[in-house]
């Protein structure tokens, strides 16, 4: 089954009162006003912080549960110089927020070290071995990043250990807290701070604030990290509105001046290093390369590069990541062949009846199954897992469609599951190999009953129709500041209907389709990644209709508007 064509569709209209209320009121077009209403975006301060989010403050730190035990906590081992354990995960989030605690601490003169759980040795989180070792090694405060949140054994074998836990994470509690000396994680039932989006970095990066405010310091000293936080967050794909917004804004313009000598050598290795950067040369560029030292071996040399104070051990670094990096895109050839392979085996799966998608081998690099599962998403538009089995235990990574909550379907599946753990779209999950076949038949049956089967068509929402005759100068200025885009803060699309190509179609890169469009006598430029498959439907004088995003690019010197196509339609 391959994915070709997808719906499109408009998202509702808000009342034309409203939006030319709005327009009135704020002397911004009815187009801007409409996005704007359709972001929950209203107010006249909401609409001054959204379009200016330098204006935005952050929360203090101290509204999240338990951050002032936290924060007396972690004053009272840098007073008493004992021993401070930072324990991370894998992940590009919890390489960032082990980097940045790291920094933060050692810089404030504490006796402090970090680990991070080798993901095919040691598996996600605390363990209980790395406690007895931590023990060994005089530790007395182990400080959590991006994990612990469901640690609930092994938090009890600290504390028999005589060794306090600070958790600071934020994943879904399970049903029973870990009893530790503080949990700082904003999706507790019983935390009301006003954000629950963070990622980990950005929990990490409260935490440090908290630090600087209690010991009566300027918050600037935690403000000179947000390069790395803002590298984290973008990763992670939490939402980009409120905080996380105003993490990210900031951030990047910290990292195009960061004086951190391994993340300017990663800028440079990937000749980002003159540019002003956006979330996707983070998710697209970074991120993969930070991510590949955790996947295809040890995590921790992702955090030596973007703690390193030595030139040439961040040369290296970042020579061994990019090489890391290309031997993780190999296997995530070789697994995505054999998992469509043995997706599209119709005993193995059908797609008139099966809801989800759930592949294991015994074959598989587990540092690749997510990305695989990722990659199954966006083919099959279905829930996607993919189990990696090793002396009959599976490790699974999850993905899901907006429309399914996965966290909840491995809920109703929890009695076939070692362990699972993690988000809305994303999971993981351990379980026996013998279990595998029954979990499979019980994810599909409840994905089944928990959609329709419109959710499982591909779509492409839009937010409204326009003409070329709307897109101006003033438009194009408005757009570029949504910006950063995000989850739930998309890149505004829209549709515009009986378009002309003018001149012919041409392929330019790999796979992308470049085109002049011609719309009431107007002519704009636009580019098509991955469409190049459309070429064969269209030409010069072909009337199309398009979804697409405006935006500035700049070329030779030159910056002009130009279409982004999502996707195009022959009329």
Known sequence: MIVVNRKWYISEKPDNKL???????????????????????????????????????????????????????????????????????????????????????????????????????????????????????????????????????????????????????????????????????????????????????????????????????????????????????????VPLVGENRKIVVAGLKKITRTNKIGLRALLKRLNLDRKVLTVDNIIFGMAPRLNAAGRMGDAKRAVRLLTSTSHTAATELVKILEIENNRRKEFDTYTLKQAIKQNEDKSQYNPDKDKAVVVSHDEWHVGVIGIVASRLLEKYHRPSVVISVENGIGKGSCRSINSVNIYNVLKQCKDLLIQFGGHEYAAGLLIKQEDIPEFKRRFNESVKNSIDEDSLTPFIKLDMEISFFDIDNELVEYLEKFKPFGAENKQPLFISYGVEIVDRPRIVGTNHLKLKLKQNGIIIDAIGFNLANKIKFIDEGTLVNICYSIEKNTWNGKTYTQLKIKDIKVQ
């Open 19 to 237: 939006v030319e209320q709005l327009s009135k009121d704020t002397n911004i077009s009815e187009i801007v006003s409409e996005l704007l209403i359709k972001r929950k975006i209203s107010t006249g301060d909401d609409i001054e912080k959204f379009l200016n989010p330098d204006k935005e403050i952050f929360h203090n730190p101290f509204l999240m549960k338990d951050m002032d035990l936290a924060v007396e906590r972690v004053i009272e081992a840098l007073v008493n110089r004992e021993s401070i354990l930072i324990w991370g995960d894998y992940d590009v989030d919890g390489i960032t927020s082990t980097a940045v605690l790291y920094l933060f601490l050692n810089n404030l003169g504490a006796n402090v070290s970090y680990i991070i759980p080798d993901r095919e040795i040691d598996g996600y989180g605390l363990s209980i071995d790395g406690i007895r070792e931590a023990k060994n090694n005089g530790v007395s405060l182990i400080i959590t990043v991006d994990c612990g949140i469901t640690s609930v054994e092994e938090a009890n074998f600290a504390n028999e250990n005589g060794i306090d836990i600070i958790i600071s994470d934020h994943h879904e509690p399970g049903p029973e807290l870990p009893k530790v000396h503080a949990i700082i994680d904003p999706k507790r039932k019983d935390c009301n701070y006003p954000f629950k989006h963070l990622a980990g970095v950005g929990v990490a990066f409260k935490l440090m604030q908290g630090v600087m405010k209690r010991s009566g310091m300027s918050v600037e000293e935690a403000n000179e990290h947000l390069d790395i936080v803002t590298i984290g967050t973008s990763a992670d794909i």
